[in-house]
Structures are given as C-alpha cells and as structure tokens.
C-alpha cells in the first residue's frame, strides 16, 4: 500500500513564484491574494482577493542585518 505524501500549505509554497513589486499598499489599495509590494521600510502581502477597499494586506517590518 502506497503512502500518500502529504501536502504543506507554508507560507513558502503558498508564495513560490510570486513577484514582489515596489510600491506602498494601504487599506484602499487593490491587490489580489499572494500579490507583494516592498518600500523602504517594509514588505506588503495581500492575503485576501476583494473589491478595491475590501482586500487584506499584511504588513512585515524589514530590519537591517
């Protein structure tokens, strides 16, 4: 009997692929799910696909090393 591999949802597959675009995202800023933008200071994911005003960003400060 074959043993089924099991599929990881992380963040890293979840993002394989995707490009990260300059910009700055806001609550009314368009966006679809996996799209990221990046500015100085930090790196913008859009987790939810919605009409402009209703997507959902998440925001990740980016700090020196």
């Known amino acids: 009997k074959k043993k089924k591999k099991r599929k990881s949802a992380t963040l890293g597959t979840a ?22 933008l990046f500015d100085s200071g930090f790196l913008y994911i859009c987790t939810v696909t919605g009409a402009s005003g209703s997507e959902t960003w998440k925001k990740i400060t980016l700090n020196s090393l």
Do not use: D, N, P, R
Request: no cysteine; net charge negative; glycine share 18%.
């Open 15 to 36: 993002l394989a692929g995707a490009a990260i675009s300059a910009g700055t995202a806001t609550a009314s800023t368009e966006g679809v799910a996996g799209q990221m």
